[in-house]
């Protein structure tokens, strides 16, 4: 039996808090919002980083330039429930986000279409003739359990060899005959000239950015915030009642069962000035480089804030195993290891536990909203 309460004993108090929240990212955010909001609680939210937002959190560089310290952050959901919600606290600006891939000397569309067929290649097949030639090229796989047999079977050996082996081996320190195939079934195919990343219904950015976002919304009276404040160091000194956990899932519990493996990235952060007569230096918001570099993308701000500013910023990324804790590793014994922690979780009934890191899943922000939304209405459910 878990022994929370005794190594956490949680003084309660008419003037303490009736929820305690572990992480001011999307899940703890939303959490607090509708706590205080809506169900009249007194929330306090901790976060160890020394600002709130999580890994969304943004902020102006030293030049002015509105930036994302933890990567490129793009909102995208068919959700209408996640988009009304984030509507409360945020005007939008449209934007649709589009990557090319460096490859064989040309900047090429991703996620592969009918464009970057005809330009690897130097043909000119229309949408019905790349359907056959994709017939033509796919490997017959019986069974399709990994990443790489996610790509072979559907665009064949060269294209999987040019635009995602590299690309796959760089990211996770893993061959795509290792990984899941969940992690590439994810990028489409298109045999249209769509050559938007996303396409879902809802596409845009928070218009002052995503940390104006939880700012506003965090400002209700019945929310307190303590940044750069790690929840072991105040855990047994606050009254509170219930525990909201958003952290990684395995570190909660002391890594009793072992240690969860996570991807981490180092971002290098550049300010430059565009050639005379432009604006940017790229000429979409990303630029992937699955074969040369060590870096695996690049990414220019001002794409996707539609900043106004004389000088631009990117982020290049590299991809790291130790670090902060980014991507949950999505290989079959790190789910078996996670559902140890989880059948843990569940047998606490005064910590409640949601997110990314919590739940060792590869989330987009619009689901780990949803997840919050959803989560909340359980809490608080008679
Ligand atoms: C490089 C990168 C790019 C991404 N791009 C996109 C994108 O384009 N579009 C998209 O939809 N999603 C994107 N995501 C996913 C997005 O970042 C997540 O879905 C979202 O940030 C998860 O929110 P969260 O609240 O679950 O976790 P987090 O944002 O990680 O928040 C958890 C918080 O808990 C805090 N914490 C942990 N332990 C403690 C502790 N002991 N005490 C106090 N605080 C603690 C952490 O400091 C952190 O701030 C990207 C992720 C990465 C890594």
Same mark, same amino acid.
């Given at each position: 039996?878990?022994?929370?309460?005794?190594?956490?004993?949680?003084?309660?108090?008419?003037?303490?808090?009736?929820? *305690?929240?572990?992480?001011?990212?999307?899940?703890?955010?939303?959490?607090?919002?509708? *706590?205080?909001?809506?169900?009249?609680?007194?929330?306090?939210?901790?976060?160890?980083?020394?600002?709130?937002?999580?890994?969304?959190?943004?902020?102006?560089?030293?030049?002015?330039?509105?930036?994302?310290?933890?990567?490129?952050?793009?909102?995208?959901?068919?959700?209408?429930?996640?988009?009304?919600?984030?509507?409360?606290?945020?005007?939008?600006?449209?934007?649709?986000?589009?990557? *090319?891939?460096?490859?064989?000397?040309?900047?090429?569309?991703?996620?592969?279409?009918?464009?970057?067929?005809?330009?690897?290649?130097?043909?000119?097949?229309?949408?019905?003739?790349?359907?056959?030639?994709?017939?033509?090229?796919?490997?017959?796989?019986?069974?399709?359990?990994?990443?790489?047999?996610?790509?072979?079977?559907?665009?064949?050996?060269?294209?999987? !060899?040019?635009?995602?082996?590299?690309?796959?081996?760089?990211?996770?320190?893993?061959?795509?005959?290792?990984?899941?195939?969940?992690?590439?079934?994810?990028?489409?195919?298109?045999?249209?000239?769509?050559?938007?990343?996303?396409?879902? !219904?809802?596409?845009?950015?928070?218009?002052?950015?995503?940390?104006?976002?939880?700012?506003?919304?965090?400002?209700?009276?019945?929310?307190?915030?303590?940044?750069?404040?790690?929840?072991?160091?105040?855990?047994?000194?606050?009254?509170?009642?219930?525990?909201?956990?958003?952290?990684?899932?395995?570190?909660?519990?002391?890594?009793?069962?072992?240690?969860?493996?996570?991807?981490?990235?180092?971002?290098?952060?550049?300010?430059?000035?565009?050639?005379?007569?432009?604006? !940017?230096?790229?000429?979409?918001?990303?630029?992937?480089?699955?074969?040369?570099?060590?870096?695996?993308?690049?990414?220019?701000?001002?794409?996707?804030?539609?900043?106004?500013?004389?000088?631009?910023?990117?982020?290049?990324?590299?991809?790291?195993?130790?670090?902060?804790?980014?991507?949950?590793?999505?290989?079959?014994?790190?789910?078996? *290891?996670?559902?140890?922690?989880?059948?843990?979780?569940?047998?606490?009934?005064?910590?409640?536990?949601?997110?990314?890191?919590?739940?060792?899943?590869?989330?987009?922000?619009?689901?780990?909203?949803?997840?919050?939304?959803?989560?909340?209405?359980?809490?608080?459910?008679?």
């Amino acid at each position: 039996m878990h022994t929370f309460k005794s190594q956490f004993p949680a003084p309660t108090g008419a003037t303490g808090y009736d929820t *305690l929240i572990v992480g001011a990212g999307f899940a703890g955010s939303v959490i607090a919002e509708r *706590l205080a909001s809506q169900a009249g609680q007194r929330v306090l939210v901790v976060d160890k980083r020394p600002h709130i937002g999580g890994n969304a959190h943004d902020r102006h560089d030293d030049a002015g330039l509105l930036v994302h310290p933890y990567g490129p952050h793009i909102f995208h959901t068919n959700s209408a429930e996640v988009f009304g919600y984030l509507s409360q606290f945020t005007e939008w600006r449209p934007y649709q986000h589009r990557v *090319l891939a460096s490859v064989d000397g040309q900047l090429l569309p991703m996620p592969i279409n009918l464009d970057t067929v005809n330009r690897l290649y130097g043909l000119s097949l229309s949408s019905f003739e790349m359907d056959d030639f994709l017939a033509r090229v796919a490997e017959r796989v019986d069974g399709v359990r990994t990443s790489e047999d996610v790509v072979v079977s559907r665009v064949g050996r060269d294209l999987y !060899t040019k635009f995602f082996r590299g690309y796959t081996r760089k990211q996770w320190g893993l061959d795509p005959s290792e990984l899941d195939a969940s992690v590439t079934a994810r990028v489409p195919t298109r045999t249209s000239r769509d050559d938007r990343y996303f396409t879902d !219904t809802h596409q845009a950015m928070p218009l002052h950015g995503y940390t104006r976002m939880f700012e506003r919304m965090l400002a209700h009276p019945n929310i307190h915030v303590m940044t750069g404040t790690d929840y072991r160091d105040i855990v047994h000194l606050l009254p509170w009642k219930h525990m909201v956990y958003t952290g990684p899932i395995d570190t909660f519990f002391d890594h009793h069962h072992g240690q969860l493996p996570y991807r981490s990235l180092a971002f290098e952060h550049v300010t430059v000035q565009p050639p005379a007569g432009q604006a !940017t230096v790229q000429p979409v918001g990303t630029v992937n480089h699955p074969n040369d570099h060590l870096y695996t993308r690049v990414t220019e701000f001002k794409h996707l804030t539609g900043q106004r500013h004389e000088a631009t910023s990117l982020v290049y990324e590299y991809s790291r195993s130790q670090g902060d804790p980014y991507y949950p590793v999505p290989r079959a014994e790190n789910t078996q *290891l996670y559902r140890r922690y989880e059948a843990d979780a569940e047998a606490l009934s005064d910590v409640t536990f949601v997110g990314r890191l919590a739940s060792y899943k590869y989330y987009n922000m619009d689901q780990v909203v949803a997840q919050s939304l959803a989560t909340f209405k359980r809490m608080v459910q008679p």
